[in-house]
């Protein structure tokens, strides 16, 4: 298995000409090293000082990129997520001019949480479920050149999906010949939306396999998880997730909808018209986060179980 350190292969963007780092074939595991998304500029006693302080050029470093023999455009590219290791610290950030509402919160503030085996103590006044996940996963973008990583885009990034975790894969469109696979951003915990503009951001170490679906690119990132019987919903089988990506809440409802009807019909043989009221009646619509400007991702979130 290959592991790539966050120390040794760091990045920031994304850029097809970017040279790989390393080369993993479709059904072998990879394992990352990844920094948290301040880059290790906050530590256990941090304050609102140290916040004013971060250097945010810094902000979300990728480690990668993995190049994927035999991907080529058009084609899906699959991300289990086989194992998710989160550090003992997090942070959660509020820097001035960023979240939703930034204009109502100008001063930098910092609450840091505590990581423990199942919970997260957040200050001392909150405790939540642990819920680890990646904040990013993405390949690079046909364009060329530099491209930031805080907007979400068509070929994954900076998704912020808390269903990016143990046990799902994430599909994404392959733009560039051997995809060029980088993550980061990992969360122990998070929200729908992001709203302050940070999760429980920590550092991690994540095992993953990659599987390769030719001339099966989704229009947007997918992400399916196997039956389970705890978690955000109540499941009766496996899980498909469906998203839309853009400056526009309600293009992107219509988008993330579009494609579960799509995924219905092409995999599961239903009618348009009954694949749609399938995503009305057992599908959750939801912002999985809407603070990585110019674009927000909302999902479709449905239960397969609920097919006959």
């Known amino acids: 298995m290959r592991t790539l350190h966050d120390v040794e292969h760091r990045h920031h963007g994304w850029n097809r000409d970017r040279p790989a780092l390393v080369e993993v074939a479709p059904g072998e595991e990879l394992q990352v090293v990844l920094a948290d998304c301040f880059d290790g500029q906050l530590g256990p006693a941090a304050d609102a000082a140290d916040v004013a302080g971060l250097q945010l050029e810094r902000a979300n470093p990728l480690t990668g990129p993995v190049q994927v023999p035999g991907a080529q455009p058009g084609d899906a590219l699959g991300i289990e997520v086989l194992d998710l290791e989160v550090g003992a610290v997090g942070w959660t950030t509020l820097i001035p001019g960023f979240g939703l509402l930034a204009e109502d919160f100008p001063t930098p503030h910092v609450v840091v949480s505590q990581i423990g085996a199942d919970d997260v103590e957040v200050g001392g006044f909150a405790r939540l479920r642990r819920w680890p996940f990646l904040g990013t996963v993405g390949l690079a973008p046909e364009a060329s050149g530099n491209h930031s990583v805080i907007p ?126 399938v995503c009305s009646v057992a599908g959750h619509l939801r912002i999985a986060e809407v603070v990585d400007a110019p674009n927000w991702v909302v999902v479709l979130d449905l239960d397969l179980g609920v097919l006959t």
């Open 152 to 277: 979400p885009r068509r070929v994954g990034g900076n998704l912020d999906c808390r269903d990016v975790r143990p046990g799902a894969t994430l599909w994404l469109p392959v733009e560039v010949a051997g995809a060029l696979l980088s993550a980061g951003d990992p969360h122990a915990a998070q929200g729908d939306g992001e709203v302050c503009g940070t999760a429980v951001e920590t550092t991690a170490r994540a095992r993953l396999r990659l599987h390769l679906r030719p001339g099966q690119a989704p229009p947007t990132p997918r992400i399916e998880l196997p039956a389970e019987r705890s978690g955000r919903l109540p499941a009766q089988g496996p899980r498909c997730l469906t998203t839309g990506v853009g400056p526009d809440l309600e293009a992107a409802a219509r988008q993330a909808t579009r494609a579960m009807i799509d995924e219905l019909t092409a995999r599961h043989g239903l009618a348009a018209e009954d694949a749609y009221v």
